[in-house]
Nanobody, 121 residues
Framework: VQLQASGGGLVQAGGSLRLSCAAS????????MGWFRQAPGKEREFVAR?????????YYADSVKGRFTISRDNAKNTVFLQMNNLKPEDTAIYYC??????????????WGQGTQVTVSN
């Protein structure tokens, strides 16, 4: 499985961005998908995920709950992260991730290359 993330950019606080993660590979549909981020000088942290490869149950970090929404288009093998009401502390490189089990930092099988999100005051 290969993951290609895109959609990052520079936005003012309060603005919105939508990240995309296009996956390739025959077995993509068997992987649960999620998003992580890493800010300068900080460890990579969990942002959002689907709890399984087949269901629509989702889970979010408290810091983004109510502002970010993860979704997917299975026909296009693409996962999205809609980010609204962005804050300067959301500034980070965002990575999409795929796991055969639950999407947490220690179980990821594949990482995307990352896309930079910068939120200005």
């Amino acid at each position: 499985v290969q993951l290609q993330a895109s959609g990052g950019g520079l936005v003012q606080a309060g603005g919105s961005l939508r990240l995309s993660c296009a996956a390739s590979g025959r077995t993509f549909s068997r992987y649960a998908m999620g998003w992580f981020r890493q800010a300068p000088g900080k460890e990579r942290e969990f942002v959002a995920r689907f709890n399984s490869w087949s269901g629509d149950d989702t889970y979010y970090a408290d810091s983004v709950k109510g502002r970010f929404t993860i979704s997917r288009d299975n026909a296009k093998n693409t996962v999205f992260l809609q980010m609204n009401n962005l804050k300067p502390e959301d500034t980070a490189i965002y990575y999409c991730a795929a796991a055969r089990g639950i999407v947490v930092a220690g179980t990821i099988d594949y990482w995307g290359q990352g896309t930079q999100v910068t939120v200005s005051n």
